[in-house]
């Protein structure tokens, strides 16, 4: 089992930064992949980033690609999102989702475990 428990969201004008970080409980942080996956008013849960199982890989939607960063600490069991350049299309619950895979998933039904959810909402 793994338990994951996301923070960093909260409120910020367009162009600003957030950075949404997951805390990992259980397994060993190195046996699964990482991923965040968001979910706007209205909309299906859609893939943002992902990362693998030691960091030497990650993966973007195209709407995350210049302006998010998907990374992790094993040593700490914490995996982070930085989020730049925001904008108002963004805002959404920001999930955090881990996956025993061995190759790094890009959809949600591929993922073993999801954290509760953390809102970010970028003002116009």
């Known amino acids: 089992q793994v338990q994951l428990v996301e923070s960093g969201g909260g409120l910020v004008q367009a162009g600003g930064s957030l950075r949404l970080s997951c805390a990992a409980s259980?397994?060993?942080?190195?046996?699964?992949?990482a991923g965040w996956f968001r979910q706007g008013p209205g909309k299906e849960r859609e893939f943002v980033a992902a990362i693998s199982r030691m960091g030497s890989r990650t993966y973007y939607a195209d709407s995350a690609k210049g302006r998010f960063t998907i990374s992790r600490s094993n040593a700490k069991n914490e995996v982070y999102l930085q989020m730049d350049s925001l904008k108002p299309e963004d805002t959404a619950v920001y999930f955090c989702?881990?996956?025993?895979?061995?190759?790094?998933?890009?959809?949600?039904?591929?993922?073993?475990?999801w954290g509760q959810g953390t809102q970010v909402t970028v003002s116009s």
């Open positions: 989702a881990a996956a025993l895979a061995v190759v790094t998933p890009t959809t949600p039904n591929r993922y073993d475990y």
């Open positions: 259980g397994r060993t942080s190195s046996n699964y992949a």
